[in-house]
Nanobody, 124 residues
């Protein structure tokens, strides 16, 4: 599975951005796709994930209610709609895919396919 993330850019606090992750290869019902983010000097942090079989979603507490993850099987795309952005959301965002290991995969090591990052910069 190959992943390609896009959609990052500068935005003012309170604004919105929509990230997309296009994948090639087979994503079946035993896969999870997710978004992580990372700032310099910090570990990669879980943001949101969606399971490809039953469409379960789960989020980091810091983004719950502001971000929404979704998928479009026909377009081989996963998206992250980010609303009410805050300066602390500034980071490089990565999309990832992995086979289901647990019901709520939140750790980078649980994902074995990664896209390149896309930078989101939220100014106050």
């Amino acid at each position: 599975v190959q992943l390609q993330a896009s959609g990052g850019g500068p935005v003012q606090a309170g604004g919105s951005l929509r990230l997309s992750c296009t994948y090639s290869g087979r994503i079946g019902g035993r896969y999870v796709m997710g978004w992580f983010r990372q700032t310099p000097g910090k570990e990669r942090e879980f943001v949101a994930a969606i399971r490809w079989g039953p469409s379960n979603t789960w989020y980091a507490e810091s983004v719950k209610g502001r971000f929404a993850i979704s998928r479009d099987n026909a377009k081989n795309t996963m998206t992250l709609q980010m609303n009410s952005l805050k300066p602390e959301d500034t980071a490089v965002y990565y999309c990832a895919a992995g086979r289901v290991i647990t019901s709520s995969m939140r750790t980078p090591s649980q994902y074995n396919n990664w896209g390149q990052g896309t930078l989101v910069t939220v100014s106050s």
